[in-house]
């Protein structure tokens, strides 16, 4: 047997491309599983501390840091994913897409902290509860209310981006019915021109074998 064949012989007796896929797809699963359940025992008793700390246990401080997270991390997520959509037609759109559902993604993490905290039934969960109740009361409701404005602030944003692309398209077209205008202008007075000029020819003007 030559050296090609047994290559060929210990490729065939590999393990099968869908098995590999399969076996890696098992094992992103339980790495997200185990992250989710570590993360989810940690995750809210830290973060409400973290805004337990900025809210001093004012409500007023409470709503307004609430505001604050709900808008900024729903409005700008929501900005930069439908940029990453925009761009999907670009030459090199990947690379581009990529970076930014990262940064979306990072600049929700906030909000997603804090629903971790109201939707969440472990003991941090629950932990992370009491301790917004009692040193940053306000913040878990005017996050709600902020996420609203968020997605009502990139909804505007949409309709004005929709209004100032379509007067730019508009605007061209008009732009192109003047100048198809200008140039039909043109033709007619140049073709005015020709005929008062032959109009004001001599009979015989021009004629080539006309006697003198």
């Not at 996050?143 to 009502?152: F, K, N, Q, T, W």
Request: proline share 5%.
């Amino acid at each position: 047997m030559s050296d090609a064949e047994m290559q060929r012989e210990t490729t065939r007796t590999g393990m099968p491309p869908l098995a590999k896929r399969a076996i890696g797809a098992v094992v992103a699963v339980l790495v997200v599983v185990i992250a989710y359940f570590v993360l989810a025992a940690f995750v809210p008793r830290w973060w409400a501390q973290r805004i337990a700390g900025l809210a001093e246990g004012g409500i007023s401080r409470g709503i307004l840091w609430g505001l604050v997270f709900g808008v900024l991390c729903t409005a700008v997520p929501l900005v930069l994913l439908a940029w990453t959509w925009q761009v999907r037609g670009w030459r090199f759109h990947r690379g581009l897409q990529v970076p930014l559902s990262i940064i979306a993604l990072l600049v929700a993490v906030p909000n997603l902290m804090t629903l971790s905290i109201v939707l969440g039934n472990g003991n941090a969960a629950h932990a992370g509860e009491r301790i917004l109740d009692v040193d940053a009361p306000g913040f878990r409701g005017a996050s709600l209310v902020g996420a609203i404005i968020g997605v009502l602030v990139f909804v505007l944003f949409l309709v004005g981006v929709a209004r100032y692309r379509k007067r730019g398209r508009d605007l061209r077209r008009a732009r192109g019915e003047l100048e198809r205008q200008r140039i039909e202008d043109e033709r007619i007075e140049e073709e005015r021109i020709e005929r008062e000029r032959l109009e004001h020819r001599g009979p015989g003007e021009g004629s080539p074998g006309a006697p003198i």
